[in-house]
């Protein structure tokens, strides 16, 4: 089923272009409407000085035609106007209310049709009789201001395009880190376990990346435990399984034999096969945090009981060494005891005389080493490793991924004669690790 919604990349286009539209719009219009006053307000300044300089320079009785001052521009339309708004000289129309408010004294503006217009009175020492108005045309003001407002246009039209720019930049910059994880946990769901996350600078992103990654890997760890269970499972279970029928065919071909003792024998048997099928299901699972404290004289005595009898069987020893002291250990004890029934059998399939099992202390943790007096492995090959017609590797990949599961380690100490060694951390190490991941 498709998700539904707006993509992110249009979201945050749209948010950051419609605030930005938003900021120049409230920036704009008042500015447009000071600009429009400014011109204004420079326009009647403009015409109130022309007009004080004409009427400054008409006589109380002024004569036709009348010399004007010099200077003036050709644009502008010049009349004298009585008290009561007639024209008396000049250009402009025969009659105005403008001048007719200029009785007081002082200056006026207004629009009178098509013009700006500001009237002067007339100095005179018995009050004004007469009144100079000068008037342009209001279109050439309109027009300035209608320029000046196609600029502010142009330019709030380049700050929204850059803004528009910056928004799909930005939103790509946003959108690509959840797009790579969408691709990713996609390919998770098609069992691609090796997906990375690449950084993109985002906090939030990487976290999620990195969280995806981690459960990535972990599901690959899951996933390969349970192929490595499924593969190894029957050469695990068949020297229980082998035991428990030999013991009943041998039982069987004796007639008249007392069956007691080799019923009693194929359930203990049975029950130790059941415990090992327990603990590799529970083992292939996931199960990374440690559970218990590993008491290390109850597993012993627990590998003893399992595997004298078969090393005996074949005129071999079972030697076990614990050294006194050793630090605690915390780790699953059935993973402990499914590497060591690994390294046990195949010491008792391939090597040859006295199988040592020595416990020790290595300063932060503890060592277990399980050897015997075989050929060993040929230089170079590696025992972790299955390889065709070999069977030396059956089994052993497993039990090193269950002991770096543990937060331990499984190493070929000597190759001839074999000696291998599983590390396990001291209780303290593995909670210190614990803490600081």
Known sequence: MTAQGVPLRRRVLVVIVSVTVLAVALFLVPLAVAVNILYHDQAVAALQRDAAWVAAAVPEEPRVPLKLPTGLSGELAIGGYRLDGTRVFGDGPAHSRLATSSEDGRVHDTVEGAFLAVTAPVPSDEGPALVIRVATLNSEVEERVHEAWLIMGGLALVVITLA?????????????????????????????????????????????????????????????????????????????????????????????????????????????????????????????????????????????????????????????????????????????????????????????????????????????????????LAEGADPFVRASGHTHGIGLALARSLAEAEGGRLVLSRASPPLFSMLLPGHDASRLTAHGS
Request: glycine share 10%; charged share 25%; aromatic share 2%.
């Open 164 to 376: 528009a720019g910056a928004a799909s930049r930005q939103s790509a910059r946003l959108a690509a880190p959840l797009e790579r994880l969408t691709a990713a946990a996609l390919a998770l769901g098609g069992g691609d376990f090796s997906i990375r996350a690449a950084p993109s600078g985002l906090r939030e992103a990487d976290q999620a990346g990195q969280a995806l990654e981690s459960t990535a890997r972990r599901l690959g760890d899951v996933l390969a435990r349970e192929r490595a269970f499924s593969a190894d499972v029957s050469h695990q279970l068949r020297t229980g399984l082998t035991g428990l029928l030999l013991g009943l065919e041998s039982a069987l071909s004796r007639p008249g034999g007392d069956l007691a003792p080799a019923v009693r024998a194929a359930l203990t048997r049975g029950e130790r096969l059941q415990e090992v099928i327990d603990d590799l299901v529970r083992l292939s699972r996931d199960a990374r945090v440690p559970s218990e404290q590993i008491d290390v004289d109850a597993l012993m005595e627990e590998i003893c009981q399992e595997w004298h009898g078969p090393l005996a069987e074949q005129g071999r020893r079972l030697t076990i060494t614990v050294e006194p002291g050793l630090p605690p250990v915390t780790a699953h004890p059935a993973a402990v005891r499914q590497i060591l029934r690994v390294l046990l059998d195949n010491a008792l399939r391939h090597g040859k005389g006295e199988v040592l099992v020595t416990v020790a202390d290595v300063g932060p943790g503890m060592a277990v080493e399980v050897s015997d007096h075989g050929p060993g």
